[in-house]
């Protein structure tokens, strides 16, 4: 049985940093491409960032153009478990953020193009707060 399970998510203070994690069960994250993706009060699900599966030709990360400089994502596939490390955090990056995966992906250019709704593996979220 698959399971992803988010944790970390916190209050935190404009311009603090936070790490979320997204441990992983029964699939292994190292092999595919793994998704942060999170929904903002009132507004669509968004993806965030993007780690390649190991074996993938694309580059290793990715990153959406409003957390670029600011999160760095980043795995460790001896635990199986993905990091998000959010520094700067600015008010309209409250959200729940989730973790994501999909057998078929390997490759960020790929999974980043795909319907989120189409993906196969998800956890079920962890609330990150930015507020004074």
């Known amino acids: 049985q698959v399971q992803f399970v988010e944790s970390g998510g916190a209050l935190v203070q404009p311009g603090g940093s936070l790490r979320i994690s997204c441990a992983a069960s029964?699939?292994?994250?190292?092999?595919?491409?793994t998704v942060w993706f999170r929904q903002g009060p009132g507004k669509e699900r968004e993806w965030v960032s993007c780690?390649?599966?190991?074996?993938?030709?694309?580059?290793?990360?990715y990153y959406a153009d409003f957390v670029k400089g600011r999160f760095t994502i980043s795995r460790d596939g001896a635990i199986n478990t993905a990091y998000l490390q959010m520094n700067s955090l600015k008010l309209e990056d409250t959200a729940v953020y989730y973790c994501?995966?999909?057998?078929?992906?390997?490759?960020?250019?790929?999974?980043?193009?795909?319907?989120?709704?189409?993906?196969?593996?998800w956890g079920q979220g962890t609330q990150v707060t930015v507020s004074s």
């Open positions: 029964g699939f292994p994250l190292d092999d595919f491409a």
């Open positions: 780690i390649s599966g190991r074996t993938s030709a694309d580059g290793p990360t």
């Open positions: 994501a995966a999909d057998p078929r992906f390997i490759h960020c250019s790929s999974v980043t193009q795909t319907p989120s709704d189409h993906l196969q593996h």
